[in-house]
């Protein structure tokens, strides 16, 4: 009880620290017409599917490289390019990320990556309608992700503007050559993406 007592009395009598709001904003301002790269860092796919009907099961990609062309005044003329790394892929327990990887599902020492081309955007406010071509093991289908525009501003430690949306789509497994174990653990696949990005 007299360690709890002196640890509040020590925290009352601090100097505060100031609050101050984050870098970034709702507002498209900072943002000005350019090619940027994906921040491999700070951009991730997470995959949710239900596993046997028992629980929903995620996993994760990073991004391992890519860009952004935009326009503010042309959002409908945007041009991206992101390829994901699925040999790096992560779960919770390492056994069965190298199953994943493994020709029962991914084959990742054949397939190292995923990879994303826009085809059409269409925006209304802060979102936006991507449509585009996802490949995953030499299988490539179509896609539509539907995309909220997050925040921009300058990062405080590189002093470069930087920017992100947050995406979801569905898939389903059996179109890309992952259909093992279909229908005992689910077809569909809900993506949930992070994108962020940085100027050149």
Known sequence: MRLILAALIATATMPAV?????????????ITAGTYNVDPAHTQVT?????????????????????????????????LDVTFAIDQLSVT??????????????????Y????????????????????????IKDQTRPVTIDATFVGAGTNPMSKKVNFGFRGTTTIKRSDFGLGYATPVVADA??????????AQ
């Open 18 to 30: 100031a609050q101050t709001g984050l870098p970034g904003t709702a507002s498209k301002a900072p």
């Open 47 to 79: 995959w949710t599917l239900n596993h046997m009907g028992f629980s929903m099961l995620s996993g994760q990609f990073g991004a391992q490289g890519g860009t952004l062309t935009i326009d503010p005044a042309k959002p409908a003329a945007a041009k």
């Open 112 to 135: 190292p990556t995923a990879r994303f081309v826009s085809t059409g955007v269409v925006a209304s406010g802060n979102t936006a309608k991507i449509t585009g071509n996802l490949t």
């Open 93 to 110: 327990a390492a056994p069965f990320a190298n199953h994943l990887k493994t020709k029962d599902f991914f084959d990742a020492a054949t």
């Open 189 to 198: 696949v809900k993506l949930d993406i992070n994108a962020a990005f940085t």
